[in-house]
């Protein structure tokens, strides 16, 4: 039987995601928590070379962290290695309204779809709950209590679509036709026929593209702040970024090391005013810094380990070396829309939609498939209007099912 070890620790959004993709095919594995025993931290880091978790070992085969198990389930490695041959759950089945996406904008198109009969079923993706599990405090969900915890949030959205009658499946959709009805979409597990189809696959963090920055990826180069930022209790790191997600990592890293240096190729920030007057008072305390109008080079390590930062300058052009043990990476995302450019109109990466205020508005240039959240959001890109513009694929999904469903019938 094949034996697996997941190497994670008490708060780590993609430990949560490896542990769910594990569970989601029926595997057992062997956790080990590295939060408290400084050995077991020794052990992973000595086994794996890596201060990134999660670390996974499929026997003694080192597959690294979910991103590493993440690209081997999209090219069809990983149930092979797990010793599951041939996929005899899969399945085709038919359905109303297929949602893809679990963060804010698919749990909430799944509410609504499902209160208004359509049956929905929803596919997790790989990233169940999606971006907002990265994250620790939510501030700005209306209603939300004082410490609401991103993770915690979309738990409750998942559970109140499951309460709703929604089919949570746990699969990735790897390709798709929109040419004709029914929609067909394939996952890793099934195929799913669908009368209409909201795509809520929401987008994914960048990385700045460097080869040194792959090379130096959980050794020093993360884009988990929550995930990783323990490794470098009391030592100095460098966040990358100028939005929400860059001063939120440094704020919540100024907890915990020694010294944050915010490197930033503009000359201000483009984040929200209180998270930049946050900033603004650990600056005049000393504990963090900026550079701006610089942006990285190069990543540069001693034995293994991330040790120097190359900059940049913006408009200088200038050259500079600094010092570091860690580069957290903030630089935004890109909207998931790979598997649907061949059938769909997209601009600048993201699905275009309807728009307007006579109704469909979230309908994507094919009549009946319909798009929410991030997905198709270059501008505001919230959990909130995310979770709104579910609820508007699903009232608009209704309502072109009942058109289409009387135009049959007269
Ligand atoms: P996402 O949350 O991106 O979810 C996309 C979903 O699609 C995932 O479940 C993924 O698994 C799935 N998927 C992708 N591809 C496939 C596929 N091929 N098959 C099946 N499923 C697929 N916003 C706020 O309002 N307040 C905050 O405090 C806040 N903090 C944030 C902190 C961080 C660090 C980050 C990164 C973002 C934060 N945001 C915040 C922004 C917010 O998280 C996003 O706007 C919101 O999550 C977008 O929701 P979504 O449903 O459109 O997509
Ligand atoms: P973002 O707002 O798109 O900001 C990305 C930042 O990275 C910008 O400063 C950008 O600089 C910089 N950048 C982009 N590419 C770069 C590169 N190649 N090299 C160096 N720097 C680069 O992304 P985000 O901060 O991840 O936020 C995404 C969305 O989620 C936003 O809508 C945000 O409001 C939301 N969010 C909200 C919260 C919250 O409400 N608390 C928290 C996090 C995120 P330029 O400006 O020069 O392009």
């Not at 025993?37 to 999660?54: H, L, T, W, Y």
């Not at 920030?269 to 900033?279: H, K, P, S, Y």
């Not at 940049?312 to 790979?338: C, K, L, W, Y």
Request: charged share 20%; with cysteine; net charge negative.
């Amino acid at each position: 039987m094949t034996k697996i070890t997941m190497y994670t620790k008490d708060v780590c959004p993609f430990c949560d995601r490896a542990k769910a993709l594990l569970k989601a095919k029926g595997a057992q594995f062997n956790e080990i928590n590295i939060s408290t025993d400084e050995d077991v931290r020794a052990e992973m880091i000595e086994r794996s070379g890596r201060k990134s978790v999660p670390q996974i070992f499929i026997d003694d085969h080192h597959v690294g962290g979910f991103d590493d198990m993440a690209a081997l389930e999209a090219a069809g490695e990983l149930d092979p290695l797990l010793g599951r041959y041939g996929h005899e759950t899969f399945k085709e089945t038919h359905h109303k309204l297929v949602v893809i996406g679990s963060g804010p904008a698919g749990y909430s198109a799944a509410i609504y779809g499902a209160r208004a009969g359509l049956e929905p079923a929803l596919i997790s993706g790989l990233e169940v709950g999606g971006q907002l599990t990265t994250t620790t405090d939510v501030e700005n969900w209306p209603g939300g209590a004082d410490g609401l915890q991103g993770s915690d949030l979309v738990t409750q959205m998942r559970e109140h679509a499951q309460r709703t009658g929604t089919v949570l499946l746990n699969d990735v959709i790897v390709s798709a036709d929109l040419s004709q009805r029914p929609f067909k979409l394939v996952g890793n597990t099934g195929t799913y026929l669908a009368d209409s189809v909201i795509i809520a696959t929401g987008a994914s963090a960048k990385f700045l593209g460097l080869p040194s920055e792959t090379a130096f990826k959980g050794r020093g180069v993360s884009a988990c702040a929550t995930c990783d930022g323990f490794f470098f209790k009391d030592r100095n790191v460098v966040v990358v970024g100028g939005g929400n997600s860059a001063l939120e990592e440094a704020l919540y890293l100024s907890n915990i090391v020694s010294h944050v240096t915010i490197v930033h190729r503009r000359d201000h920030f483009t984040a929200e005013q209180v998270l930049q007057d946050r900033v603004q008072a650990l600056v005049d305390k000393g504990n963090v810094d900026v550079i701006w109008d610089h942006e990285v080079s190069e990543v540069m390590g001693d034995a293994g380990e991330v040790s120097q930062l190359r900059l940049r300058g913006t408009q200088s052009g200038d050259e500079q070396i600094i010092a570091t043990d860690a580069m957290f990476v903030a630089i935004g995302h890109d909207p998931n829309t790979r598997l649907f450019k061949d059938d769909l109109k997209t601009e600048s990466g993201y699905l275009v939609t309807e728009g307007g205020k006579s109704g469909q508005a979230t309908q994507t240039s094919v009549p009946g498939v319909f798009a929410a959240g991030d997905v198709a959001d270059p501008v505001y890109r919230q959990a909130v209007t995310s979770a709104a513009s579910g609820a508007m694929a699903a009232l608009d999904a209704e309502r072109f099912l009942t058109w289409e469903a009387q135009a049959i019938a007269a």
